[in-house]
């Protein structure tokens, strides 16, 4: 590293110290511009100086430290334990219910299979007594108002719940809020 001296500099000097240069002339500090291929001009303070009370503090400062990384660890540890718990039963519970839920998946698609059989049975049937298509319109017709009927009695049957409540968020009272300007007026 280079040390800037008050006898050189390569451009003029921009002074940045508060007192006339005529009091300490020496002591003002000069302003270079280093070129691109020199490293900055920088000062060196010297070694660092240890504090009064460095010796009391120091140790009492390690151990604070050490016992915060050793409550962060069995936070953290705890955290994750509670989640492979949570992770570990819900597995469990997914390997004891997997059969069954196969099974009502099984039997929900063999009653859509069995309900599209019934439907086109009553079409075929009706077809004797009147044209093939008047037979699947009308077939077609009462599976609607059959499902409207459905969905009726579902929607009445719902719980009475009033809609999510929003609260509004109070505004700030801050003090500086509170001060009447003059632009504000």
Do not use: Y
Not at 70 to 90: H, W
Not at 150 to 172: M, N, V, Y
């Amino acid at each position: 590293m280079r040390r800037a001296s008050c006898a050189v500099a390569q451009f003029p000097p921009r002074r940045t110290c508060a007192r006339p240069a005529s009091r300490r002339p020496c002591l003002t500090r000069l302003a270079t511009h280093p070129s691109p291929q020199e490293e900055p001009v920088t000062t060196d303070r010297g070694p660092e100086r240890r504090r009064f009370l460095d010796r009391l503090t120091e140790p009492i400062a390690e151990r604070a430290r050490e016992k915060l990384g050793q409550a962060e660890d069995k936070v953290r540890s705890s955290i994750q334990a509670e989640i492979d718990a949570v992770g570990a039963s819900v597995r469990a519970r997914a390997v004891q219910v997997r059969p069954s839920a196969i099974a009502f998946a099984s039997a929900a698609l063999l009653t859509l299979f069995g309900l599209a059989l019934f439907v086109t049975a009553a079409v075929m049937g009706l077809a004797h007594v009147v044209e093939p298509w008047l037979a699947a319109l009308l077939v077609g017709a009462a599976l609607l108002l059959v499902a409207t009927g459905f969905a009726a009695w579902g929607r009445s049957h719902l719980p009475r719940t009033p809609a999510a409540r929003i609260t509004p968020i109070p505004e700030s009272t801050h003090p500086a809020e509170e001060l009447v300007h003059p632009w504000d007026n």
